[in-house]
């Protein structure tokens, strides 16, 4: 039995000894380290709570950036319709040119320039 103990105590050490970060390794953000090993390769290392956790940069992909609630804006003459998805559903509000908010212009501006240059192109 203290023979299992001291093996499995043993092979612990040697597992805790493995997960430590390397001497050459440049901290990038806090608790995460940048290093590159003999052959060239690139590795990540990041301290959490659970352990020390490797990765290397190509395996995480590329962020997708999706606008998720497309806002439209349309001209209606002296005021404008401005169109939204929300998780609550569709939001459809008009407000008068003159009641625009700086946010609401520059929305407006925006789908002008959408609609000249969808113009544009079809000449």
Do not use: C
Request: aromatic share 8%; hydrophobic share 35%.
């Amino acid at each position: 039995m203290k023979k299992l103990l001291l093996a499995v105590l043993f092979i612990g050490l040697s597992a805790a000894a493995a997960d430590r970060i390397p001497a050459g390794a440049k901290e990038v953000e806090p608790f995460t380290y940048s290093y590159v090993d003999a052959n060239g390769d690139s590795w990540m290392y990041r301290q959490t709570p659970f352990g020390l956790t490797k990765w290397r940069p190509s395996d995480v992909p590329a962020p997708r950036f999706k606008d998720q609630n497309p806002v439209t804006a349309t001209d209606l003459g002296d005021s404008v319709r401005i169109e939204r998805n929300t998780p609550f559903g569709h939001y459809v509000s008009i407000v008068k040119k003159t009641d625009l908010t700086a946010d609401q212009k520059a929305l407006l501006s925006i789908a002008a320039g959408d609609q000249t240059k969808s113009g544009e192109e079809k000449k």
